[in-house]
Structure formats: structure tokens, C-alpha cells
């Protein structure tokens, strides 16, 4: 494993500008106000050839363990556990506070090694602070500025004699591996947990790792970030180790009620946690049921190709659970026109209830979603769908449909070959579509189905060639 350095720090020092830095991404959300990062979120850092990974934290407060902010502190506190180095970074702008005190005298109290970080270095203003750091005892502060890039090679230079013979053994580790793994199936499952607030993610993957990883409680929308954990589970259906990277996500509220610019982030890192994930389980509230906003959730991971599954947790608390879990399906069914069967669970985060069914589902669903179907019988498929009900001829002209291949998969793209296709009704193209999904394993699986013409040169402006989406092939 690469050496793992732990970001620590009062509030709005600028801790999460710097784990963006060195991970060279916007991983983490940046604002203006304090308290923005809740939970501890990992990243793959590399200064000048040193890779680690980078470990962003909340910010450290001074309140009881009760409160959020206390339980933020505790969450911090259980990132040191296992880290190779802490950067303990302060505001040189600002200068050293009681907390910035209390937190040095805390980290002297372990065997961490630490780094002082003196972020908002740059120009005059900071130099004061630079300064003043030495008093904290942790010796020589690394000056820098997150927001600029200035000073990180110094950052190299304290963290090199700390972690650097690790970063070696794992990098050549990684090496060996690769070569080894080159004809390796698919990599982890990416399993995003999706739904409105207070659905019990967090505490559902919390319950999977067996720990508190997560930072829960009863206040609505606590997560923020979009926070990525690997893990190992044992799959008791097949008695196999299987790796997953399980992401939480921010609850999505309706549109109409998000006017919090912060709140905003949260919900645009969310998407983009569907747009990376593999497969999607949207969380429902079983003392909740299913509501529109479960709806749109629902489309979205489907417009984006994603391969979607239901989990309706806090089960151990439901009322007149056959008749509410009959009505999911059955909403979910009238709702989503994209695609039809899709697996829905009864599970609670509680008690552990129905989770190893679920994960054992999410692996096949994606193994559909990922599949391939050889030429050959892709159009013995297709000769039989035309031949039970062949293209109409509007107008007396006939549609000609000649063949289909597989363009892709994750997920499984299919173009249609033939000429006249402009005016293939919508209805016939849901007809190609639904066959793809009931004959060939896609039942579950948004499908694309794109229908293309050959160009005409003597026929150019009368529709002779081009790309069209397959009705409910689209999501």
C-alpha cells in the first residue's frame, strides 16, 4: 500500500484547497465558509514522482462529541489511526489561535510524524505567521500556498525523509502487479448509494464496513462530499473475496428547495458520482415510501447509462411492508418508461437485513450491463424480430432493416442498419429495444439502440443518412 499522509487543521485553513493541489483535481468541495468537509475523503497525491495517498479531514473544533462538530472531531481523530505522516496545516494570515494549540499539543501526544504546514503564505501578510508557528514546537513550518501552488516542493523536501522508502516499495509493488494483471477482469464494483436526505446511506455503508467510517445522526444532510471507501467483501453466495468501491453520496433534495450555493456543490458532486459509478442503488425511506423526487433520481442514473438498482431501507421499521414493497414496484414500473424490471431490495442499514443479497445482485447487474453479444446471434435475434413483426411500410414504401450489431457496452449500445429509417415509428424502435432487453439479458440494463441509414449523394436533402436514438433506447 502507498504511505497514507492525513490533511489536519482548525477550520478554513485551507485544508481541502490543498488535498485538491496535490491530488490535481476539484475532488473536494471549497467554500468560503467553515465547516464545508464532514467526512474524511481519500485521493492519489504525487509531488515530483513521491505518490500517497492524501487523506482531506474535518475541521477540527473544540466542542462536546454529541454534537456534529464533535463528531467531525472524532471522525479526524480515527484518520490518524494507521497514517505514515499528518500535515498539520494553520493559517499564517491569521496567525496561531488556541486551537491551532490545542490541536499541536493533541498531535505531539501521538506517534504520528508531523508536518507544519503554513498555508497563505504568500506575500507579506503571511510571513508573521510563518514565524509564529515555531512556537507550536513541531519544527520548521513548510510555507506555502495551497490556493497558488507556491512552496509545494518544499512539502516534498519534509515529507521525503517521513515517507519516502514506502512510496518506493509501493510503487514497484504496483509495478509488478500491473504486468501480472494485464488480462484482469473487471476491476472493482463501483457502487454509488444515491437518494434524498436522511435515506440512510451513510449509515447503510457504515454497516457494510462494519465501523463508523461515515460521519451520521439524525440532522438531514450531513454528508457533503461524495466520499469513495474500498473495500473488501465476502461474498457468502460464492464463498469469494470481491472488491468494491463503495461511494457516498449528498441526499438530493427538489430543485425548487436547493438555494444554498454550498448546497448546490454537494448535490453537483453527487451527479458526477453517478456519472462514475458502475452500478447505482437508489435509497429509499421505508417510513417514506416513494416519492417524485425518487423518480427523478431514478432517471438520472438511467440518463446516464448507468446500470440502476432499489433498496428500500429502515425495513425493521415498515408498516404493511408487502403491500408498500408491491407499490414500489409497481410506481417504479408506471415511472420509469426507460427500463422495466429493475431489482428492487428490502434492506435496513440497522440491522444488516438483505445487504449480501443486494451486493451479490449489483455484481450481476453489472455483468449485464457489461456484456457482449456475439454477432452470429445478435442477428439470428434480429432475423426473428422482424420476421414475427416486420417493419411497417408507411406511404406503401417499405423500411428496410437489414442488419445489427453491438457498438459497445457499459452500457450496451446497438446500431441498426437499414434505409428509410427516418420513418421508423417510435413504437417499432420501443419494440427493438424491449426484445433487446427480454431476449438477450438486458432486462434491467438502460439500453441504446441508434438507427443508421447509408448516405445517399443524389439524395442528400431528403434524410438519407444518420444517427437516431432508439426511443426508449435514448436512456
Not at 171 to 196: F, M, N, W, Y
Not at 261 to 270: G, H, I
Not at 350 to 362: C, E, N, R, V, Y
Not at 412 to 426: A, D, I, N
Request: hydrophobic letters at 40%; a negative charge; charged letters at 25%.
Amino acid at each position: 500500500m502507498k504511505p497514507q499522509v492525513i490533511i489536519i487543521g482548525r477550520p478554513n485553513v485551507g485544508k481541502s484547497t490543498l488535498f485538491n493541489r496535490l491530488v490535481g483535481k476539484k475532488l473536494a468541495l471549497v467554500d468560503d465558509q467553515p465547516g464545508v468537509t464532514r467526512d474524511r475523503r481519500m485521493g492519489d497525491a504525487e509531488i515530483a514522482g513521491l505518490a500517497f495517498t492524501i487523506v482531506d479531514t474535518a475541521g477540527w473544533e473544540d466542542e462536546n462529541e454529541l454534537t456534529l462538530p464533535g463528531r467531525m472531531r472524532k471522525q479526524t481523530e480515527a484518520s490518524l489511526e494507521g497514517a505514515d505522516a499528518a500535515l498539520f496545516v494553520i493559517d499564517s494570515r491569521a496567525g496561531l489561535t488556541p486551537l491551532d494549540n490545542e490541536i499541536a499539543r493533541y498531535l505531539r501526544e501521538h506517534d504520528v510524524p508531523i508536518v507544519l504546514v503554513a498555508n497563505k503564505a504568500e506575500g507579506a501578510a503571511g510571513e508573521s505567521g510563518v514565524l509564529e508557528s515555531y512556537s507550536l514546537g513541531l519544527g520548521d513550518p513548510v510555507a506555502l500556498s495551497a490556493e497558488h501552488g507556491e512552496g509545494v516542493a518544499d512539502l516534498f523536501g519534509a515529507l521525503w525523509p517521513i515517507i519516502g522508502e514506502k512510496a518506493d516499495a509501493a510503487q514497484a509493488q504496483s509495478e509488478i502487479t500491473l504486468i501480472e494483471d494485464e488480462e484482469a477482469p473487471l476491476g472493482p464494483l463501483k457502487l454509488a448509494i444515491v437518494g434524498r436526505p436522511n435515506a440512510g446511506k451513510s449509515t447503510l455503508i457504515n454497516r457494510l464496513l462494519g465501523e463508523d467510517r461515515l460521519l451520521t445522526g439524525p440532522e438531514a444532510g450531513i454528508t457533503r462530499d461524495s466520499i469513495a471507501v474500498d473495500w473488501e467483501w465476502h461474498d457468502p453466495k460464492t464463498d469469494e473475496t470481491r472488491e468494491i468501491r463503495l461511494i457516498d453520496t449528498a441526499g438530493m433534495r427538489k430543485k425548487r428547495n436547493v438555494t444554498e450555493k454550498l448546497e448546490k456543490l454537494s448535490v453537483a458532486d453527487a451527479r458526477r458520482a453517478v456519472d462514475f459509478a458502475e452500478v447505482v442503488v437508489l435509497l429509499l425511506d421505508a417510513t417514506q415510501g416513494l416519492e417524485h423526487q425518487d423518480l427523478k433520481i431514478a432517471a438520472l442514473a438511467l440518463e446516464e447509462g448507468r446500470a440502476l438498482m432499489v433498496a428500500i431501507n429502515k425495513w425493521d421499521v415498515a408498516e404493511n411492508a408487502s403491500s408498500l414493497f408491491n407499490g414500489i414496484k409497481q410506481a417504479l414500473h408506471d415511472g420509469l418508461a426507460q427500463v422495466r424490471g429493475l431489482p428492487v431490495f428490502a434492506v435496513s442499514a440497522k440491522t444488516g437485513k438483505g445487504l449480501d443479497t443486494m451486493l451479490s445482485a449489483a455484481f450481476e447487474l453489472r455483468e449485464s450491463w457489461s456484456k457482449r453479444v456475439p454477432t452470429a446471434a445478435l442477428n439470428r435475434w434480429f432475423d426473428d424480430a422482424l420476421d414475427a413483426n416486420p417493419p411497417p411500410a408507411p406511404g406503401g414504401r417499405r423500411i428496410k432493416l437489414r442488419y445489427i450489431t453491438q457498438a459497445g457496452t457499459r452500457p450496451p449500445r446497438f446500431v441498426v442498419f437499414g434505409t428509410r429509417l427516418e420513418s421508423l415509428p417510435k413504437s417499432y424502435e420501443r419494440y427493438l429495444v424491449n426484445g433487446i432487453r427480454a431476449k438477450l439479458g438486458f432486462e434491467a440494463v438502460p439500453v441504446r439502440v441508434i438507427l443508421k441509414s447509408p448516405k445517399n449523394p443524389y439524395n442528400a436533402n431528403r434524410g438519407g443518412g444518420g444517427n437516431f436514438s432508439g426511443g426508449e433506447g435514448r436512456s
